[in-house]
């Protein structure tokens, strides 16, 4: 199966029993890899209705046939697992050499499940697969972690960890590799943390068989060659998605106080032309051309900051102040703690101590506090005091005192750095994402500003669902980075060009779509057996959007409009062949190659 090592690494903790599984050719094919071998083990595999804490829930890292290869970006890897923060399916995308080494090792993915007696991490090298003590780095941060396995098995071994944020449970910890590298925003890093592993140390240097190694080497050349001549390719490489913020002011869609406003006065202070005078280092993930992970120093050293940092820990909580940012970032990273979750979280306790909630909090933070906010984050990680509410997420938070008109989330997944009140697409991209609020399967707002902002027409449900088809049955399959793409332009031809020659497969832009429909409407169905209930409520952007008109810039008093939105929503599961709940009919999981779905999902409800 060229392309494929066709094998998959299955480690116990429990039983410590380490197995190595052919990967079936049918599934390979219909499911490719990254996200679609994820969404395919679990359903497959998981007890419905599992604990996402429990033994039981398994955690996946899942690489694809281009992973490790030279090209445009294929030094990144899907992290999934039921998500503890949604309850339904949660995945990340993290670049790592994790990922090449993997593949290297032998294997297209890692499937571990169980629970360690003790502490414990895994070592990976080829056929030698070890489950080890981790007593000594319990309880450490992500960097000395690294820095310590690393003296002992060497550079050239890729260290995934959690930090103390994983190990406590925080429902929105992440995994974390070279430093600045987060992965798995719904808590997949409180899934490691359930399971007792630190870490997952790898090194491998074995071939990826390829079905023509010469025309894929050329493919390859060419392709990166053309992102590296782009336009747009020099400014890329000085501000990388920093930039955004200057970009996000303009566009009046950078969140600020709690997505109240979408301008920040000081947004100039956190934005990408700050970042270029500051920067100290730039650095990548592996095997990248256009590397984007900008170093600038902070309170007690020097992090990698990216756009949706800046926004959420910057403009949404009222701090215009790059060093102070890039520390609650660092914080965040050493922790193990997603930076999106934790500025929603943030600003969602800044706006309740605004409005009254005080008594029910039990503290109170002003817009901008810094020094609180990082004693907060730091609460946080290790669920002291009121760190421990707050771990659990703004979903849980404002179910418990109240505010859930401020609440900024779908599904319990809490919005990434974009303010929709004047998006409606961007909007409807977060609140059909398949893990719950994240831009990553649909970064639609760029079309949107630039074509009707305002419209809820039946062309922009039909852009979503495109982007969707790219981003979810594209990068997230094969697994590359989508930056090249997005951002310099790389042509999409080049990709099944790549894929052919990796695989031998005459992959058309067609199969990949309707490998991401498949992927899309597994997890739909998956998410449905996991809560036994579905309503098209679940599908709603979150009410601020629509009950708090923006109160500030040349788009104030915008907002969201309920019947729009709702026409919008009916255009996207008519598109996606979903009934008007948002569940699949018999037909479209028929069409897909999807009809074993259709007992279980019957079982917890009504099939049209
Ligand atoms: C991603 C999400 C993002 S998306 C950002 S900034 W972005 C935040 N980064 C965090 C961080 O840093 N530290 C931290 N403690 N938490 C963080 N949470 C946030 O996580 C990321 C890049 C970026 S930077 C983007 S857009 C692209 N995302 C891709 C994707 O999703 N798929 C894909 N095929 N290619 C992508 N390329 C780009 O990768 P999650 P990374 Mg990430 C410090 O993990 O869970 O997907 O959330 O993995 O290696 O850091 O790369 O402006
Ligand atoms: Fe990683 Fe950025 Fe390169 Fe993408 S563009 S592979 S996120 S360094």
Redesign the pocket.
Known sequence: MAGWQGRVLRIDLTKKKVVVQELDASVAKAFIG?RGLAIKLLWDELPPGVDPLSPYNKLIFAAGPLVGLPGP?FG?L??AAKSPLTGGYG??????WAAVNLRKAGYDALVIEGRAEKPSYIYIEGEKVEILDARDYWGLNTWSVEDKLQKIHGKDAAVITIGPAGENLVRYA?V???????????G?GAVMGSKRLKAVVIKGKGEIPLADKALYQKAAIEAVKEGMASPSYSFWMRQ???S?VEWAQEASVLPTYNYSEGQFDEFSKIGGNMVEKFETDLKS?PLCFMA??HWVPAESGT???????LA?LGSNIGIGDLYKVGEL?RI??T????????GNVLGYVMEASEKGYGDKLGFIIEWGDYEVAKQLTYDIAYRRGFGDLLAEGVKKIAERIGGEEFAMHVKGLEV??YDCHAAPAMALSYATSP?GA????A?VIAWEVKTDRFGYTREKAAKVIELQRI?GGW??TF?????PW?EVGLSLDWYPKLFKAATGIDATPEYFNKVGDRIYTLIRAFWIREYGWWSRELDMPPVKWFKQPLNKGPLKGSRLDYEGYNKLLDYYYEIRGWDKRGVPTKETLTSLGLEYVIPQLERVIDLQ
């Open positions: 990254g970006n990144k899907v992290v995945d990340g995308n993290i670049g790592s992440t974390i590799s070279h430093k600045g590298r987060s992965g798995g925003r719904p997949i990388g998605t920093t955004t993930c984007c992970g992090v990698e900051v990216d756009y949706e940092n959420m970032n965040a990273d922790m193990g703690i997603d930076t999106i979750s934790l990434s750095a893990i994240h831009h990553k399967d970064w981003r990068f997230e697994v590359g980075c989508r930056l997005v």
